[in-house]
């Protein structure tokens, strides 16, 4: 493994040629939660970095953030880690673009298998209320892909089912089907 994320950021070839090195940073981060070798404090920096960050870099991030919680098993990563990227999902999940609010709407509903499952279900509750049909629907689909069972992730059936847009109620509809 790459001991310095130096050596990694600065590489421009055409896999690694995303024109940002936080983006790169980001990644390598990911990978290093992985492999369980990424100390919390690196963490917190890193996702701080993306406070103000272009809404590409964001999407981005989580798109790696959702790739290592579908790929990785969530209850293998260090509890403090876990906390510090449902904050960050939640942080996104507030975000001006939906395009961002979608990717953080799929990273949360994979905190909904970990001990905070509460803190994931109730921002997706929130953004049921609120947000764009694509992210309410997106949410449906999937908490129907993970299978879960719980008080909060009813009530957002239940919200889906009685929703103003016809598509979203469809595929609540689906989902209580099941």
Known sequence: MINDANVLSQGRDGFMNTGDSNSVQFDFT???IAHGTEPTDDLVYILSSFAYAEGSALINSL???GNLLEYKA???IDPVTQMALLQYCISLARHDMRDVRYFAATCLTEFCSTAFSEAALQCLAEMMQV???EV???ILRKL???GLSSDTRDYIVQQGRVDNNWAVRR???ELTDV
């Open 74 to 76: 969530i209850c293998d």
């Open 136 to 138: 309410r629907i997106r």
């Open 144 to 146: 129907k892909e993970k």
């Open 131 to 133: 947000d764009h049909p």
């Open 30 to 32: 990911m990978l290093r």
């Open 63 to 65: 798109k790696s953030l």
């Open 171 to 173: 595929v609540a509809s």
